[in-house]
C-alpha cells in the first residue's frame, strides 16, 4: 500500500545544506524525548501512541453510540471549541461531498456545529433552524465551564428539554468531558448522559483521533477504524531511524530550517476545496502549540487555485519571509473530462477531452516553479488520495512533527498560557463573580 511521502527537493536550496544533516541526530534525540516522555509538557503526551492503544472494543462502543445517535437524529449539533470542533470538522470536510449538505437522501444524520463563537445570530438561526428537524447533541469540553461552549449547550439543552421533556432529552445528549470532575462531568452523572472521557494527558489540539473527533465522525457514517489504521501507519512510519524515510523527521526539520533563514511565516496549500478546514486545523495545531516566548513559525493558509486571484501576487511578490507547503492529492475521486466546442469563444479547445484535474495539476507545478523563483521555498506533502485512511496518516505526521519542532525552539508544544489572557479581560468586563478586583481594574483602564 502506498503511503503519504514528503517532498523537499523545492526547499533544500533555500538553506545551508551541511547543516541541515545535523537535523537528522536533532530530530531523533526530540523523538526519543517524546517517547520516552522526558521533554517538556511530558505530561500531555498520551495522544502519541493512541493509534496503537486504542482498543476495538472503545471503538465498539463509539460506533454503537453513533448507530444509536443517527436512529434518531436527522441532525447532530456538536458543541466544542478549538481542538474539541476543529479537528472533527477537518475530518468531515475532507471525507463528505461538496454538495453532499443540499441532498435530502442521505441516510446520515449532518452534522452541525455550535459553541465555537459567540454569534448571537448564528445560535439564533441555528435554533431556529433546529425548530421542526429531530436532533441530538455531542457536547465537548473538560471543564464545562468554557464560556462558548457552554452557552451553546445550555441554548440546545433547554430547547431539548422543553421539546422533548428531561429525560427523553437526556437519551440525545452524550457528553465528552473529565473522567471525574468538572461541571460537564456533574450534569452527565446527574442527568444520565452517555458520556466519553477525555484523557488529562491529551489535550484539546491533539484530540482528534480520541472520542472528541472520533464519535461525530462515526455519526456521519465515515470508518473511524480507516482513520485509526492510517494513523498508526504514519505512527510506524515515524519510528523508523532512516531520515530520508520518515515524513515526519524531515517535515520538522525542514521547518526549522527554514526558520533558522527567517522564513518565519508557512503557508500552507491546497488545490482541493475538502482540504480547507484540514489547513484551519493545521493552524491551531502550529500556531498555539509553537507561538510562544516570543518564538515560532506563523501559520497562515491558501487554497488555490481560488487564492491565486488574491493572495497569489503577496507569495510571489510580497515580504521573502514566507515558506509554502502544499498538500498534493495524486488520485481524484471522480472524472470529468472538458468537452469540445464547436465556436470554441473561450479558446480551450486545446483542453478538450482532458480531465479537469490535469488542469489543476499544472496549475499546481506552475504555481510551485513560479514561487520558488520568487524566492519562496516549497515543500510538497503528497497523498495518494482523499481517504480516511490517508486523513489519519495526515493527522499523525502533522501532530508528531508538530511536537518535535515545538522541542526544536525549545519551548513547551503542549502548554497554552496566552490563551487565558483574553478570558481574564472577558470575565471581568463581564463582572464574573471572583474577578471584582480584575473587573475595577479594567474599568479604570477603559476610562
Avoid at 377 to 394: A, D, F, R, T
Avoid at 413 to 424: I, L, R, T
Wanted: glycine letters at 6%; one cysteine or more.
Amino acid at each position: 500500500m502506498k503511503h503519504i511521502t514528503i517532498d523537499l527537493k523545492n526547499a533544500l536550496s533555500f538553506i545551508d545544506q551541511n547543516n541541515f544533516k545535523n537535523y537528522d541526530k536533532l530530530v531523533k534525540n526530540h523523538d526519543e524525548q517524546l517517547l520516552k516522555k522526558t521533554g517538556k509538557g511530558n505530561d500531555f503526551l498520551g495522544w502519541i501512541n493512541l493509534p496503537q492503544t486504542i482498543s476495538k472494543e472503545h471503538l465498539l462502543e463509539i460506533n454503537d453510540t453513533a448507530k444509536h445517535l443517527a436512529a434518531i437524529s436527522e441532525y447532530i449539533v456538536v458543541i466544542g471549541i478549538g481542538g474539541s470542533y476543529l479537528g472533527a470538522k477537518a475530518v468531515l470536510e475532507a471525507l463528505t461531498g461538496q454538495f453532499d449538505h443540499l441532498k435530502h437522501k442521505n441516510k446520515n444524520p449532518q452534522i452541525l456545529f455550535a459553541g465555537h463563537n459567540l454569534s448571537e445570530d448564528y445560535h439564533y438561526e441555528l435554533l431556529d433552524f433546529l425548530q421542526d428537524k429531530k436532533y441530538s447533541i455531542i457536547v465537548i469540553s473538560k471543564s464545562g465551564t468554557t464560556t462558548e461552549p457552554a452557552i451553546a449547550f445550555r441554548l440546545l439543552r433547554k430547547d431539548l428539554e422543553t421539546r422533548l421533556g428531561k429525560q427523553e432529552a437526556s437519551k440525545r445528549i452524550v457528553a465528552i468531558t473529565d473522567a471525574s470532575i468538572g461541571a460537564l462531568r456533574n450534569m452527565a452523572d446527574q442527568e444520565n448522559y452517555k458520556s466519553f472521557i477525555i484523557d488529562d494527558d491529551i489535550g484539546g489540539r491533539y484530540s482528534v483521533l480520541s472520542p472528541v473527533g472520533l464519535l461525530p465522525i462515526a455519526c456521519a457514517g465515515y470508518n473511524i477504524e480507516e482513520l485509526i489504521a492510517g494513523a498508526k501507519s504514519m505512527l510506524d512510519i515515524s519510528q523508523q531511524d532512516s531520515f530520508d524515510e520518515n515524513p515526519v523527521y524531515q517535515y520538522a526539520a525542514i521547518r526549522h530550517a527554514l526558520y533558522s533563514e527567517n522564513k518565519t511565516t508557512e503557508i500552507l496549500a491546497n488545490y482541493d476545496p475538502r482540504l480547507t478546514f484540514i489547513s484551519e486545523w493545521w493552524k491551531q495545531l502550529f500556531g498555539e502549540s509553537e507561538g510562544k516566548e516570543n518564538k515560532g513559525i506563523f501559520p497562515a493558509s491558501v487554497s488555490f487555485t481560488t487564492d491565486l486571484h488574491s493572495m497569489g501576487q503577496y507569495i510571489q511578490e510580497g515580504l521573502r519571509n514566507i515558506f509554502e507547503t502544499v498538500i498534493s492529492i495524486e488520485k481524484t475521486k471522480f472524472n470529468i473530462q472538458i468537452p469540445h466546442d464547436e465556436d470554441n469563444f473561450d479558446k480551450l479547445n486545446f483542453l478538450a477531452g482532458k480531465p479537469i484535474d490535469f488542469v489543476n495539476k499544472m496549475a499546481e507545478l506552475g504555481t510551485t516553479l513560479a514561487h520558488i523563483d520568487g524566492n519562496v521555498p516549497n515543500i510538497k506533502i503528497i497523498l495518494p488520495e482523499i481517504s480516511e485512511w490517508y486523513i489519519g496518516e495526515l493527522i499523525y505526521l502533522f501532530e508528531k512533527s508538530c511536537a518535535i519542532s515545538g522541542y526544536l525552539l525549545g519551548i513547551n508544544p503542549f502548554d497554552q498560557p496566552g490563551v487565558e489572557a483574553y478570558k481574564k479581560n472577558m470575565f471581568a468586563l463581564l463582572e464574573k463573580p471572583g474577578f471584582e478586583e480584575e473587573t475595577k481594574k479594567i474599568r479604570k483602564r477603559l476610562n
